[in-house]
């Protein structure tokens, strides 16, 4: 069955749609944390972002700069959050790979972050980047 989002880049469902081209769609959330909080899909229906072949991942990010120029330009904002979540534990709710540019404004409207910064072990740390080394060779 097709995603959800599916359905919105199909017209079946309607949205306030914001940016199109061969493999991405973007339109606004449905529910903001700020108004102008837009999602920026690929039109391949895949749920976690490893997955995305070559050419939608290289649409998807070249929309992004361009989406995040309009939605400044249309809400006034001058930062913003770019928010990807993997997997239902990373808090994804559809599973269809989407970018969430939220705009952040000086009242506190847009992505709130919960950021626990631990202590960095440089035994685990070199061992882990040795592997993902050897990963992508
Ligand atoms: P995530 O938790 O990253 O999977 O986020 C899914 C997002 O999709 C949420 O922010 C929802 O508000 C949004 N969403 C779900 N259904 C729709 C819809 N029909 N139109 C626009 N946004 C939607």
């Known amino acids: 069955m097709a995603s959800i989002f599916t359905r919105i880049i199909r017209g079946e469902i309607p949205c306030h749609r ?3 081209d061969a493999h991405v769609f ?3 959330d449905i529910a903001p944390l700020a108004p102008g909080h837009v999602l920026v899909v690929p039109r391949q229906e895949v749920e976690f972002l490893h997955q995305l072949d070559d050419a939608h991942a290289a649409a998807l990010g070249a929309a992004l700069p361009k989406v995040a120029r309009a939605m400044l330009a249309a809400t006034g904002a001058s930062a913003y959050n770019l928010l990807q979540n993997n997997g239902a ?3 994804q709710a559809v599973p269809h790979v989407h970018m969430h540019l939220i705009p952040r404004f ?3 409207r847009g992505l709130g972050i919960g950021w626990r910064a631990g202590q ?3 035994g685990e740390a070199a061992a882990l980047a040795a592997r993902m080394r050897e990963f992508i060779a």
């Open 26 to 28: 973007a339109f606004l």
């Open 18 to 20: 914001v940016h199109e």
């Open 106 to 108: 000086e009242d506190g």
């Open 89 to 91: 534990l990373a808090h």
């Open 120 to 122: 960095i072990d440089h």
